[in-house]
């Protein structure tokens, strides 16, 4: 081989190598790639996944924070109308911790509330026993702020309500109107009628000036029932007990809040209309078609007019014109704009613990039958007459169709023993 030759040789040799090099880096470089492409996807789906954890379990938490604010509804209307949550579990726990049976009236106030709030919410005293105790705020937090969210739906639902009920039942020469509660209050003679102090006669001129210029012996208070409260809206001196909370406002203020505005139009005679809670409790769908609503008393699972139920309501009308049934009512009648406990000379928070004590704390055994009686007459002017549910067992099993079934089992086995 010559020089030139071997020369030849030697470089495509090397071109070969190079070749084969190159070639081989490519292959490695192509295998690469997609193993890098691979690690970066995992990267991401490995991201997705903990950000889609990260937005359910901020989900959750906003539905359970919805779930107390939906639950806490109920707090104001028929467990506390001013007393905070932490003052109810205080109190239950201090009777825990001490031993000393001597309590006052408002310690035994506060412990009926908390015994009311147990039943209205049975899931509080242990969900509030397993929480951490941030948890344990945040929940009393929405739980206080469903509560006074709903006292605010009630008085904007009341407001135009109770204006159009006085305007309709009393035909006054000024209507009341809804969006002006500065033409409310005493200056108003339908409305000042029916703030009037049950001890007073509205009637006499100068019980009317007397009141409206706040003069010694006429200012008003929250140791007087307003008279809207009774029956008639009129009260007999010698009996002040007669004919209270019986008051045609008063009653449909509550139907208006408790089971809906349209049955607050029926409040006439001694409740012998039909059940409403089954009534609305069959009607899951309309004819058409639509889900039927649940009216509050179905979704907080009321079946009985309670005391404190009742003062609320009271309250709400007095501050709107009348005062929650007590309370509710007051706060609609009257000119105060905005929920206070103080309004003038006129204590909310002393109006509405009157009410509530005059249901419980009866003074003796006929005082406490008399409100049993009352209560119940509530009952059935806004839920019906439905008793099923108090039937015992001994009476269900008395009854005809019972009894029948008993009869013809017991020919069969007569007739089966037989040869």
């Known amino acids: 081989m010559s020089q030139v ?5 030697y470089v495509e040799d090397q071109q070969n190598e190079g070749s084969t090099s190159h070639t081989e880096g490519r292959q490695d470089g192509s295998d690469i790639q997609p193993q890098q492409s691979q690690a970066a996807v995992a990267h991401m789906q490995g991201l997705q996944k903990r950000r889609i954890a990260q937005l359910e379990e901020k989900l959750e938490a906003l539905e359970q924070t919805n779930w107390y604010a939906a639950k806490g509804r109920a707090i104001r209307r028929v467990v506390a109308l001013f007393d905070s949550i932490e003052d109810l579990v205080a109190e239950n726990d ?7 049976q001597d309590t006052t009236v408002d310690q035994d106030r506060l412990q009926i509330g908390y015994t009311t709030l147990t039943r209205t919410l049975p899931w509080f005293h242990k969900k509030g026993a397993e929480m951490e105790y941030d948890e344990y705020l945040h929940m009393v937090k929405m739980l206080r702020q469903g509560a006074d969210g709903a006292r605010g739906d009630d008085t904007s639902k009341l407001k135009t309500l109770v204006s159009e009920w006085v305007n309709r039942e009393f035909k006054p020469v000024s209507p009341i109107n809804h969006d002006d509660k500065h033409s409310r209050g005493f200056a108003h003679d339908v409305c000042g009628r ?4 049950a001890e007073l006669d509205w009637d006499n001129p100068e019980v009317r000036t007397g009141i409206r210029h706040r003069s010694d012996g006429y200012i008003v208070t929250d140791l007087s029932f307003p008279t809207f409260l009774y029956d008639k809206y009129t009260a007999d001196p010698n009996n002040f007990e007669e004919g ?8 449909q ?6 089971t809906s505005p349209s049955s607050a139009k029926d409040v006439e005679g001694d409740g012998g209309g039909a059940d409403i809670i089954s009534n609305n409790r069959r009607a899951k769908k309309s004819f058409s078609g639509i889900k039927v609503k649940k009216h509050v008393a179905q979704i907080i699972h009321m079946d009985k007019v309670t005391p404190r139920s009742i003062a609320y309501i009271a309250c709400q009308e007095h501050h709107l014109f009348l005062a929650v049934l007590l309370f509710l009512h007051r706060f609609a009648l009257s000119s105060v704009t905005s929920w206070r406990s103080m309004d003038g000379d006129f204590d909310y928070l002393q109006f509405w613990r009157s009410i509530v004590d005059f249901f419980e704390k009866a003074p003796g055994r006929e005082a406490h039958r008399r409100i049993e009686r009352l209560l119940e ?3 059935r002017k806004v ?7 108090e039937l015992s067992d001994a009476a269900k099993a008395n009854m005809s169709v019972n009894a029948l079934a008993r009869q013809r089992e017991r020919l069969d086995d007569a007739a089966f023993d037989s040869p």
């Open 5 to 9: 030759e071997g020369s030849m040789s």
């Open 383 to 389: 839920f019906g007459r439905n008793r099923r549910g």
């Open 194 to 197: 029916l703030l009037c102090p």
């Open 377 to 379: 007459w509530w009952t």
């Open 94 to 100: 201090r009777r825990y911790d001490d031993d000393d």
């Open 244 to 251: 209270l909370f019986k008051g045609k406002l008063l009653i």
């Open 253 to 258: 203020g509550y139907k208006a809040v408790f």
